[in-house]
Structures are given as structure tokens and as C-alpha cells.
């Protein structure tokens, strides 16, 4: 994030970030009001009004009447420790209270705006934080959070308000970690439980055991604090103030990542046009039998949806064998060896032709080496076809009919299948994880990953270049196309000519997301440039594990060391205070 020039007053400064943030927004398809504006207001509140829908900020000006006193109560509510050091942290979160209102601001104009105020409040911030956090430096981050800390500690002191804004935070599972009650391993347990089953994350922490009677009884209390919030909403500024202050701390200090696209799709019900997805249930002989006529006809126009195709009937070949298992002594390794097969689909050949000697005669003639002599004449494609996403891509991809939904699914696949970490993954599968990618857009010189930081998170970069700077380590040669490495612990987008970025600024780099899924993937974004010209096509994977570089189909796989941070806790967010410590583990 960069802070305005010092001769540009911070009014000013929030209104040049609210045209940057516009923009920013109308790239993700996101339009706000043409004539929005941010004005001047009054108090220690920043808002956004419903009736005229423009955004009032009020900032301390020392040179207006009483503005040295308003300056005064700024730095007495946040516990600033000198009006430089008030100018600082609002020159790092004006850009985040800009976006902040922008939330509110559009999911007003898109009617989703509700009555749930706490609710606005966490979505809000949401949003604030996908554009904003990623862009501090770890020095900003740093003082950041101090800041906030301070500020924390003393408006709870003044309210008596304990561990209300820790209980109160949208993901109760990051605000037990920040603050002690939860660890990073069973954080990351839990992850994955909520990604497998629609339990609720306070019945969980509750039925795990792992929590103390504090946190227990906190968790009890949740509900009627998130009321009282609701509430009081505005009316108590200093308890407004309190609550905004901690739950920024807790998105500043903890691991969780958001993305503008990903609120778009959750909180705007803005989704990009997708066809659904479909199940590996068994199926009738003819829907098998169509699957693999597709992968035929479609082979001369889309090698995407040829291959689709091939899975599908490679799925429904499989569900058929599950009831058909052999009478030989390997009999009970049978579904074991389908279960492994389903996860085996290599280009060129399939594990699965060797399988068919095992298999009973009246299924032979349908496995892969034998199934293209023995199609029935009277085939009705796409008639035959099993599901209504078939039908549709097979009308697309082998009678170009357009269709705005199959030619977006073919190119996320395409994508997908393009890299080895998912290429023999079901068709099925496939289709889950595509309905999961979200972009995430870079500008030129633009970090998205900072040594010392938790991200869990998958970038696929499919054009453009990315650097990867670590201190301490020799510059490797720059691979192309893809990503660059170099030699300081961040990823961030880079240039075509040593250390200076992309001269040509609308070249921005698209990076898209998904949440870890039930089969237990990990969350890959791919990348694209906007107005780069032509499709998508399979560049770099990016992903936390340990190791350095290796290489990967298409580019290279650019692996962050593991990197682990704890930082301090807030004596108000459940735990005492304590100072930074730092500890970074290399590759």
C-alpha cells in the first residue's frame, strides 16, 4: 500500500483512494454510483449515507476552528502517541475505511443491504481487507498492528468491554487462534472440518473439547453480544470505535485471506456464469456409451471438452464396476483399486485397460481399449447424454452453439487440466474446483505474498510474470513464461527487465482462488492478464509448502518456505499482552 506525498492532506489522500478503489472495483465488474463522492463529515465516525449515498469521512484538521481539539480526541480515543503517529496509521487505513464504505455503498445499490447491522459490519470489512491487507509491508504490518493493539487495550479499559470484540468477530475460529485459545494446527483442523460437513464453527469449538471453560462460556455468550451490537449499532460511538478497532486488529493479526472476486460472489450474488456441476452416480448403459461418443466428436474441435468427455464415461465405467466385482481371490481389493483408479488418469494411457482381463465378460467390451467397436448405431447425441452440463458442452464444443456458461467452464478447465497438480483428477472434481476459482488482480510491482506470513493459498499464474524475492539466497535464473525468482521473501507481480516492473500499467495480473475443497485440495488461484489478448493458458502454480523450486508443467511451481508467525496477542482480544516474536523456518 502506498501512503500519500506529505503535501498531500489526508482528505485528499482518501479521496484519490477512493478513485483508485473504484476502478479497482469496476475491473472486477463491480459498478458504483457515477456520481459518488467522498465529503467531508463530522465527529470520529466515517459513514456512508443512505440517502445520498455518498461517503462522509471526518478527519482532524489542525488548521480549522477546533481542529486541534478534534485532533486532540483522535489521539486520545486511539491511544496515538503523538500527532505523527496518528498521521501515520491513518495514512495506512484510510484506504481500508475508503473500501470499508464502498461495501456498504454497493451492497446498498445491488439491494442486499440488511437489517443484521453486525453482519454489514463484518462483510464490510471483508472486502476492506481483501484490497488492503496483502498490500502492507511487514514493517506496516508490524506497526499496524501495535497501533491497534494500543488503541484496543485502551478503549476497553475505558468501556469495560473485556474480550467483546474477539467474541463478536465473523470467524470465531481466527479470533481463538489470535488470541491464544486455539492453536495453529487445530486452527487448520478445523478448516477442514468446515469444508467437509455444514456443521456450524461454534458447535464444533463446542463438541471438540479442545477449549477451556472460558472459551467455552464466551462461545455461550456469543449471540446475545452479537444482539447487543446490533442493538446499540451507532449510537455509542466510543463502543462503535472499540468494536471496529478490534475486529481489524483480528483480520490484520490473523491468517485468514479475502478476495474481492470471493465477496462478490458471497455478498453481492454476483457469480461469473457457469454451467452446474454433476455427480459420478451410476447411470444407464446409453448415458456410458454417449459420454465416450462425445469424447470422440468433440476431439477435432476442443481437446478440453474431449477429454471431459472421456472422464465422464471413465466415471460412469467405474460406478458400474462397483457392483461388479470379480470372483477371483483379489476380490475384496476390488473397490480399493477402483477408489485408487478414479484419481489415475494419465494422457495417453489409463491404468484402467489393465484392469479389464479382472473384470466380468458382459463388461469388457466397455473399457477404453474396446468400447469404440461395439457403439451402437442408434446413439442419440446429446440426447443420450446424462446431465444437462454434457448436453450443453457437447452442443458448444462440437456444434459451437453459443453459450456464454460452457465456453467459461471449458476455459477453467482448460486451465485446471494444463497443470499436472490436477490434470488426472475426475471430470467431476473438475467441475467443483472450476466453480471455485475466483480472480484476484495484480498491478504491476503488486505483492501477494510476504515472508513471515501464513498463507495457505494456491496461485496459478497463467500470464505474466511474478517475482519471488528471499533474502539470503542466491538469484536463480529467471524462468519464462511464468514466474520469476530472484533473491527477499515476497511475491510479488515483476517486470520483463531486472528489478523494474511492467512499464505498461494496464497489464494487470488475474489470480484466481478457491477454498479448500471436501476431497481435501488445497485453494489454487490462477492468473491471467486483463486485455493481454487471447485465452487463458496453464503458467505457474505458487503454493506454501516446504522446499524451494521445482519444476512444473508449463512454468514453474514456486514454493514459499513454510513460514510461521506469532504475533502478539491483545490483552483485550483473551489473552495478556506480549511482545512480537518472530520465528521464520527456511526452505
Partial sequence: MTAP???????????????????????????????????????????????????????????????????????????????????????????????????????????????DKWREEQVANQLAVAVNKHRLSPDDKTYARRFLQRALEGLAQKLGAGTGAADSYHDIAQALNVSGHLSDGDLESLELIRALFTASTVDILQQSGQLSAEAQQRLAQREALIESINEAYTSDALRYIYYQVGWVYLAMTGSETQYVEEFAHQHLNRRPELLPDVEAAPAALPNLQACFKAHQDAAPFSETASRYFYKRYRSLLLARLQTAAPST????????????????????????????????????????????????????????????????????????????????????????????????????????????????????????????????????????????????????????????????????????????????ARRMFCVERLRPSAAGLQAPLYVDADGGGGRPTAGSVISRAPGAARRERGGLILTSPTLRSRNPSPAHCGEKSSPPCWSTNRA
Avoid at 458448444?396 to 465456453?407: C, F, L, M, S
Avoid at 493459498?457 to 542466491?474: C, F, K, M, N, R
Fill in 5 to 115: 506525498t506529505a503535501d498531500v492532506d489526508l482528505f485528499e489522500f482518501g479521496r484519490q483512494c477512493l478513485d483508485r478503489l473504484v476502478r479497482e472495483f469496476r475491473a472486477y465488474g463491480l459498478e458504483a454510483d457515477p456520481g459518488l463522492e467522498l465529503r467531508r463529515g463530522r465527529g470520529l465516525l466515517c459513514y456512508y449515507n443512505f440517502e445520498d449515498r455518498h461517503i462522509y469521512f471526518a478527519l482532524p484538521d489542525p488548521a480549522a476552528p477546533g481542529g486541534k481539539l478534534h485532533q486532540l480526541i483522535f489521539r486520545d480515543t486511539l491511544r496515538a502517541e503523538s500527532d505523527d503517529d496518528l498521521r501515520r496509521f491513518l495514512r495506512l487505513f484510510i484506504p481500508f475505511i475508503i473500501a470499508h464504505e464502498l461495501a456498504h455503498h454497493f451492497r446498498h445499490r445491488y439491494g442486499l443491504f440488511g437489517e
Fill in 329 to 504: 481371490p483379489d476380490a475384496p481389493l476390488w473397490n480399493e483399486a477402483l477408489a485408487l483408479l478414479d484419481n489415475q488418469c494419465d494422457r495417453g494411457t489409463d491404468m484402467l485397460n489393465y484392469l479389464a482381463a479382472l473384470a466380468p465378460a458382459s463388461l469388457q467390451d466397455l473399457f477404453p481399449q474396446r468400447i469404440a467397436g461395439s457403439l451402437p448405431a442408434n446413439l442419440a447425441l446429446p440426447a443420450d447424454l446424462p446431465a444437462e452440463t454434457d448436453v450443453r458442452l457437447w452442443q458448444h464444443g462440437v456444434r459451437q452453439a453459443p453459450d456464454a456458461a460452457a465456453a467459461n467452464l471449458l476455459q477453467r478447465l482448460a486451465l485446471l487440466e494444463g497443470l499436472e497438480l490436477f490434470a488426472q483428477l475426475p471430470a467431476e472434481t473438475l467441475l467443483s474446483l472450476a466453480h471455485r476459482l475466483c480472480r484476484m488482480k495484480l498491478a504491476p510491482g503488486e505483492t501477494i505474498v510476504w515472508e513471515g506470513e501464513l498463507n495457505d493459498d494456491v496461485y496459478i499464474l497463467t500470464e505474466g510474470q511474478l517475482e519471488v524475492l528471499a533474502p539470503h539466497s542466491p538469484p536463480p535464473r529467471r524462468p519464462r513464461p511464468g514466474a520469476g525468482v530472484r533473491g527477499d521473501g515476497v511475491v510479488h507481480a515483476g517486470g520483463a527487465d531486472g528489478d523494474r516492473p511492467r512499464a505498461d
